[in-house]
């Protein structure tokens, strides 16, 4: 017999398991959240996972200014809502779901039963001895509360299916094995979670180029060669939400031109 059957968000319950003497089930994560699942009753709403909104690694870390996503079950509406800004600003209420980090409400940028994805601000104020406290407010209904770590900087490179960067060529089309840069010519990559180095991030949509990394360089290789160099750009995504950093830079000449299938490594000053 199966008396029981649920599904959790990836790393949400694979870290260790136990059960208590009430017949608890009680399972971890392994970026530390606890659920609990009682055999005769469903389980109950809650936040299962965080993690950087780019990386899709589960590690329960924060950053100032990183563009997250919480799974979990019953954390907003069954038809998914995205956020429209208003006067410049994400909204910090969408589709009946408030996020709050420390009492505060934070911008949404989208939410479901299933998944929210929200920017923590930028300077976080309230943390206690590096450590926030984060609440999914669904209709009114408080979830229940967990802690959160909070770092520097949770830095990670959009990706797209399969786990190679999302990146665009200079002539604006998607770079991929078919289609690969040319060497010499100019690529953009999107990231988030640079931290606190970086400048004020409250959901505002970014209005034009702010080039806040100028020193931050990058490790390019093509399997066979390596070469460091110096983003051209690394700083605001003009038209997105200021949480999001646009990385320009230059394929070098000495890289095969199969740079599709290469690797790139960015590091902050």
């Not at 055999?39 to 590690?59: E, H, K, Y």
């Not at 929200?118 to 407010?137: C, F, Q, R, T, W």
């Not at 999001?244 to 590091?267: A, C, E, H, K």
Request: glycine content about 14%.
């Amino acid at each position: 017999a199966l008396p029981y059957s649920a599904q959790f968000p990836a790393g949400g319950a694979g870290q260790d398991i136990a059960v208590d003497a009430s017949g608890v089930l009680h399972v971890a994560a392994s970026g530390g959240l606890i659920s609990t699942i009682t055999p005769t009753q469903p389980l109950a709403s809650r936040v299962l996972s965080i993690l950087n909104a780019a990386a899709g690694a589960t590690t329960g870390l924060i950053a100032p200014g990183e563009v997250i996503s919480l799974y979990g079950l019953g954390l907003g509406p069954t038809t998914p809502v995205g956020a429209t800004p208003e006067n410049g600003l994400f909204p910090t209420s969408l589709g009946g779901v408030q996020v709050l980090i420390n009492g505060t409400a934070i911008p949404l940028l989208y939410v479901s039963a299933s998944q929210i994805n929200a920017e923590i601000p930028s300077p976080l104020n309230g943390a206690e001895n590096g450590i926030a406290v984060l609440k999914v407010m669904n209709n009114s209904m408080a979830l229940p509360a967990f802690r959160v770590a909070v770092v520097n900087s949770e830095f990670a490179v959009f990706t797209k299916a399969g786990g190679s960067m999302a990146v665009i060529n200079q002539d604006g089309t998607v770079n991929k094995l078919s289609n690969p840069a040319k060497p010499g010519s100019i690529v953009s990559i999107w990231a988030t979670g640079f931290g606190s180095s970086g400048p004020p991030a409250n959901g505002a949509v970014a209005a034009g180029a702010n080039n806040y990394c100028s020193s931050c360089q990058l490790i390019l290789s093509d399997g066979k060669t390596q070469i460091t160099e110096t983003a051209q750009y690394a700083g605001a995504a003009p038209g997105l939400i200021d949480g999001l950093m646009q990385i320009n830079f230059t394929i070098p000449p000495l890289l095969s031109d199969q740079f599709g299938g290469g690797w790139v490594d960015f590091t902050p000053p």
